[in-house]
């Protein structure tokens, strides 16, 4: 099993429109979660962190299921520009300073 | 400058040359890392300093090298690649503070073996 699982999507999203995805990790003594975007042939770019309690950035809504091993990110009024890859990334427990990337979920908002 | 330079941005060689990728990151940061990107697939982490001390070798062929003369430099030297290494070689750098550890990447340099 992976240690981080992302659907790769692609999720077409009509602009304005709200658009959300999870993602997966298997080690349940992570600690730290991050979103990440990634633009074609770019390098990645952090978006937002996740803490415990979920938290808002703007558009931007992230929350954190620790039961459940979760993490989800939500995107409302989605804008043209908001096409991207979306990595969610865990800091892995026990490995100094080692993030673990998902492969990434790709959204495309159309007009 | 600031954040996380790379460079090349774009390097092509032949599997016989020899050649280096530059970072250096303007953050004041405690650690660097070395990633490869391959189209499609997560980001590989490669190797981590922390305080100029390797700390993380993640079972990476000899024919990568890395060196971390301070704490704001690190290169990665090339020798003998092979086709299937060509790739998005990425630096990152971050303050790492206790489990919290918030990755700052720089642009990457596209490599191509040819």
């Known amino acids: 099993r992976k240690e981080v699982e992302q659907d790769p999507g692609p999720f077409n999203v009509p602009e304005g429109a709200t658009v959300a995805f999870n993602c997966t990790y298997s080690?349940?003594?992570?600690?730290?979660f991050f979103w990440y975007r990634q633009d074609c042939r770019k390098e990645p770019k952090l978006l937002m962190s996740v803490y415990s309690s979920g938290n808002e950035d703007g558009r931007f809504t992230a929350q954190l299921n620790r039961a459940s091993q979760y993490i989800s990110l939500l995107i409302r009024d989605s804008k043209l520009s908001d096409s991207a890859t979306y990595l969610c990334v865990v800091n892995i427990v026990g490995s100094w300073g080692k993030l673990q990337f998902g492969a990434g979920t790709q959204v495309v908002v159309t007009p | 400058e600031t954040g996380v330079t790379q460079t090349p941005r774009h390097l092509v060689m032949g599997m016989t040359n020899k050649k280096s990728l530059k970072c250096e990151q303007h953050?004041?940061?405690?650690?660097m890392y070395w990633y490869k990107q391959s189209a499609k697939k997560p980001l590989e982490l490669m190797f981590v300093?922390?305080?100029?001390?390797?700390?993380e070798n993640n079972s990476v062929p000899s024919r990568f090298s890395p060196e971390c003369p301070n704490s704001s430099h690190l290169f990665l030297h090339l020798h003998t690649l092979q086709p299937e290494d060509s790739a998005l070689y990425l630096c990152a750098s971050s303050q790492v503070v206790e489990t919290y550890n918030e990755q700052f990447f720089g642009p990457g340099t596209r490599l191509t073996v040819l």
């Open positions: 300093y922390s305080l100029e001390e390797r700390v």
């Open positions: 080690n349940s003594a992570s600690q730290s």
């Open positions: 953050l004041g940061h405690n650690a």
